[in-house]
């Protein structure tokens, strides 16, 4: 009996441990391994006119002179019907994100606008489902291979900035 007591107990703590984000740069490197998975990602979390986005300015490897751009955003759709519950329990490590912030943050900066809005481009962690390919809508700008459905703005996990 104890035995048993004790195996439920280290397997409530394993399914407790904090999520691991993952950046937007991993999804894309290995999409089809993602495809249709449950993730935490970590990017820049842009808000523009003609959507949400998470992203990262380039991923490597770098495109050789004269080829084009790879795809470094996921589209953010929010779909309260379809989209995973956010677990009971949500924690991050902040090794777990600040960590990949810091290499996000070599390469991708957050926006700046004129009159002086921060709400428009923040670091987040964005948790969903993630979907490539032809259940989304490419007229977006700029081109999403995937995207990340989530049930709502609760899903979007904005990160303090560190040099802030």
């Known amino acids: 009996m104890r ?7 280290v397997a409530l703590l394993a399914s407790e441990a904090p999520l691991k984000p993952v950046r937007v740069c991993e999804v894309l490197a290995d999409l ?13 979390f842009s808000f523009r006119e003609n959507g949400r986005f998470l992203g990262e300015d ?3 490897p770098t495109p050789a002179a004269g080829d084009p751009a790879r795809p470094s955003a996921l589209r953010v759709v929010f779909d309260p019907k379809t989209a ?6 949500l924690e991050l490590d902040a090794a777990d994100v600040y960590q990949p912030l810091k290499l996000i943050r070599q390469r991708t900066a957050l926006g700046k606008f004129r009159f002086g809005s921060v709400d428009y481009d923040r670091w987040a962690v964005v948790f969903g489902r ?3 390919g032809g259940a989304i809508k490419n007229e977006s700008k700029p081109p999403a291979p995937a995207q990340i459905v989530c049930r709502g703005e609760s899903a979007v996990l904005v990160i303090a900035d ?3």
């Open 84 to 89: 995973p519950a956010l677990p009971a329990r």
């Open 130 to 132: 993630i979907e490539a």
């Open 58 to 60: 380039a991923c490597d």
């Open 3 to 9: 035995c048993a007591v004790l195996c439920v107990a």
């Open 162 to 164: 560190p040099d802030q």
């Open 32 to 44: 089809s391994a993602r495809d249709g998975k449950v993730v935490a990602v970590l990017g820049r």
